[in-house]
């Protein structure tokens, strides 16, 4: 499924993030940038341990990484698959709604993108931000996520195409409906 804006392409693809020949790709980290589990585990082990040692020189000059804050990194092995940088981005853990956790999970998607035209990147990909461990409705987040997108590809030229990657049969449904209403 796809949409075609003013200066690219959003596409929703069903698969895994680290096997997506794009430019860039957009990792859900967390705050320490250490490593976890979900989609920040398949992309270290994918990666290799020069992604950890990159962001540990990150954190060593920023302390810590905020939710919606974004920062790039190399992208170690993945460079095989054709990808250049691994942009890390904190989402915001779901509280109930009432936290700004709408505006944080935005800010990871504009300033993702925002970081990759000012790598010169043409292409990149993302995976459901937060609604893995950190618990935001994937429905709500579908939202955001796609109208931020959208927004950014009318607004500014230089990102080419942006793969938005669902692991799941369910999350791809829901990103699709969502794609569909808006
Ligand atoms: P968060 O802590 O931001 O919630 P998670 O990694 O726990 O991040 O989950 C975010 C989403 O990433 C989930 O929908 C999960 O199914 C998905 N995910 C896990 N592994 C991959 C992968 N290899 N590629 C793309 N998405 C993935």
Redesign the pocket.
Known sequence: MERRLKYGVLRLIHG???EQGVDAIVN?ANSSLMGG????G?IHRAAGPELHRECMEIIKKIGRLEPGGAVHTGSGRLRERGIKWVIHTV?PVWRGGKYREAEALERCYRNSMALARNLGAESMAF????????G?PVEKAAEIALYAIIDELESHEGIEEVRM?L??TY?FKIYAESLKSL
Do not use: E, L, N
């Open positions: 895994d993030i680290t859900a589990g979900g989609v920040d398949a989402g995976p459901s931000i937060s609604t893995g461990a950190y935001y990657v692991y799941s999350d």
